[in-house]
């Protein structure tokens, strides 16, 4: 989306809610791009050519359903693993004007879900400072592969309160014969907790 459609670095607000061993995860991202097509560069959409400047809107909504399994747990940490379904939906909309001169909006939409299976650890650094690893995803041979890796400190000032800061990259690549995408979200977080 960035080297086709002209998207720049979008923000990716973020709400997890947990309910024991369950939880749901959901972002949202929404941005537009801009980009010039000239000479013998071509942008394909939706069915149509485009040449010239482009102009595009795109919306992702991406949810995660994951239920945490116990491996081992100690006072120091612990091991998990993990199965859950991931869906995404993009929507993405160009206008501009095509090979033929014509100016000419077409939109397209993708859904798809995905099953995943997770491990995770987690350590106890300091009793308010908490280490963690995830990483989750499915691999779909010549079909593609979808991974959800995350790493963070957690630090818990309050009984019912806690500060989260770390790295997290998201990855989706699927080929389907003569149709090819990926989709990368990756960098630093911060975010709150709240236990009620």
Do not use: C
Request: proline residues 4%; glycine residues 14%; positive net charge.
């Amino acid at each position: 989306m960035k080297n086709d459609l002209g998207f720049g670095d979008d923000k990716a607000p973020e709400i997890i809610l947990r309910y024991k061993r369950l939880s749901l995860d959901y972002i949202y991202i929404h941005g537009s791009g801009h980009k010039t097509y000239s000479g013998h560069d071509v942008l394909t959409f939706g069915g149509s050519r485009y040449r010239g400047q482009i102009d595009a809107k795109n919306t992702l909504h991406y949810l995660k359903l994951n239920v945490t399994n116990p491996i081992k747990m100690t006072e120091d940490g612990g091991l998990n693993w993990s199965y859950g379904l991931t869906g995404m939906l993009w929507k993405g909309k160009v206008s501009g004007t095509n090979t033929e001169g014509r100016s000419e909006s077409r939109s397209e939409k993708y859904g798809v879900p995905i099953p995943t299976l997770g491990v995770g650890a987690q350590i106890n650094i300091l009793p308010q400072f908490h280490g963690y690893a995830n990483i989750s995803g499915m691999y779909f041979g010549h079909y593609g592969h979808f991974y959800d890796m995350e790493a963070g400190i957690k630090f818990k000032p309050a009984p019912h309160f806690a500060i989260t800061a770390g790295y997290r990259r998201i990855e989706t690549k699927v080929n389907h014969k003569n149709d090819y995408g990926k989709l990368k979200m990756n960098g630093p977080f911060a975010g709150l907790r709240f236990d009620f």
